[in-house]
């Protein structure tokens, strides 16, 4: 199983940007998905799952400005990112699991990470 993010980068505050995770290895559309996220000295967070029957979750800080999606068809993973926030800031992380992901211990996979920073 292969899980490969892309998309993170440098915005100003209020900006966007769409995180992308490209998945391999697994039947896709048989798996919880979702967004964690790290910052220097803190543990890993959930930022927005989607379960394999497309029901999505967002923590509330995030609600209302992130999206998370599914291109079936390309297997990939999306997280659409709107009125980013200096406190956004942080190494977003895709993940898939075999039941609906709600922590750490739910996420099976994990992709290496790509670096989100707002100022």
């Known amino acids: 199983v292969q899980l490969v993010e892309s998309g993170g980068g440098s915005v100003q505050a209020g900006g966007s940007l769409r995180l992308s995770c490209a998945t391999s290895g697994y039947h896709f559309s048989s798996c919880d998905m979702g967004w964690f996220r790290q910052t220097a000295g803190q543990e890993r967070a959930l930022v927005s799952s989607l379960s394999m029957h497309g029901t999505p979750f967002y923590i509330d800080s995030v609600k209302g400005r992130f999206t998370i999606t599914k291109d079936k068809d390309k297997n990939t993973l999306h997280l659409q990112m709107n009125s980013l926030k200096p406190g956004d800031t942080a190494m977003y992380y895709c993940?898939?699991?075999?039941?609906?992901?709600?922590?750490?211990?739910?996420?099976?996979?994990w992709g290496q990470g790509t670096q989100v920073t707002v100022s």
């Open positions: 993940v898939a699991g075999l039941w609906p992901i709600t922590g750490v211990r739910d996420a099976v996979y």
